[in-house]
């Protein structure tokens, strides 16, 4: 029996909810698979749903409720007002990492002007979020985009051809290419790994049974590649560099210490996001070459 708009929204809510899911959820998918708006949708709220695609909904929602993340089964995630492909090869962009960006880009024109010539290279690019948008907010940016997994790599030169950005992707362990080619950068950005392994323990089984765990996890403490980082950035920074880090909430005097300790010279900061936690720090540094 087909169901009318508001029927569906009414049984996919409670279905959701009792799930432990989002009960928002039912909305989205309900958008994604009649193709239309959130305004179509209430216009045509009493309508009846065509068949197929309530049968469609159906096992959406049913999906999202085993634990599937709503950005894998629509295929995308909107970041920085730019739709990203996105599947389980790649973390899903967050509101958080948005604020990387623009926090970079605010520093970038402070440090450099107008940003000509700058080489600047995302670390363990995933989907090629934070790449493709400093690219196209930028221009004028030379970028380069690398991640350890062609599998990620792929959806992140599939994201820049849609979008339009004109990158460079290099498949590869942090900064090692950079290392091995003896190329220097102006900016190095990177939303790495940081959540400790113990986390795994109470986190939503939405991240933990289908986000890369290579994307998310990073040794005891989680700190194991902001420490890393610190013994390949020297290589690589050119002697006035801006280094930008997405960083898990708590973590912000231990990475700022670390960054203080292999720029004793530079300007670090901890910033907050919009809720208040840390999430970025920041190290600009400019130096005698």
Request: aromatic fraction near 8%; hydrophobic fraction near 45%; charged fraction near 25%.
């Amino acid at each position: 029996m087909c169901k009318k708009v508001f029927e569906a929204l009414n049984w996919a809510s409670p279905f959701l909810k009792k799930a432990g899911r989002e009960e928002f959820a039912g909305e989205l998918l309900l958008r994604h698979i009649a193709g239309m708006s959130r305004a179509q949708l209430f216009a045509t709220i009493r309508d009846e749903l065509a068949v197929e695609h309530w049968n469609a909904f159906e096992s959406a929602v049913k999906e999202h409720a085993a634990g599937r993340p709503v950005q894998y089964i629509i295929g995308h995630e909107e970041f920085y007002g730019r739709k990203f492909i996105v599947n389980e090869e790649v973390l899903i962009p967050r509101p958080e990492t948005e604020e990387l960006v623009d926090g970079a880009l605010r520093r970038m024109k402070t440090l450099f002007g107008a940003g000509e010539g700058l080489r600047l290279a995302d670390i363990g690019t995933g989907s090629g979020a934070i790449a493709v948008t400093m690219k196209l907010e930028l221009p004028v940016l030379d970028v380069a985009a690398t991640d350890i997994a062609e599998a990620s790599l792929k959806i992140a030169r599939e994201n820049a051809r849609a979008l339009g950005a004109e990158l460079t992707f290099i498949q590869g362990d942090l900064l090692e290419p950079f290392i091995d080619s003896g190329m220097k950068l102006d900016v190095v950005l990177s939303n790495p790994p940081y959540i400790p392994e113990e986390d795994k323990a109470w986190m939503s089984d939405v991240v933990t049974e289908h986000e890369p765990h290579r994307a998310l996890f990073a040794g005891q403490d989680g700190l194991d590649f902001y420490r890393r980082f610190m013994m390949q950035l020297p290589k690589v920074l050119k002697s006035q560099s801006l280094v930008g880090f997405e960083i898990g909430a708590g973590q912000g005097e231990a990475v700022a210490e670390l960054c203080r300790k292999t720029f004793p010279e530079a300007s670090v900061e901890v910033v907050l996001d919009m809720n208040g936690r840390e999430r970025m720090v920041y190290v600009c540094s400019v130096r005698q070459p």
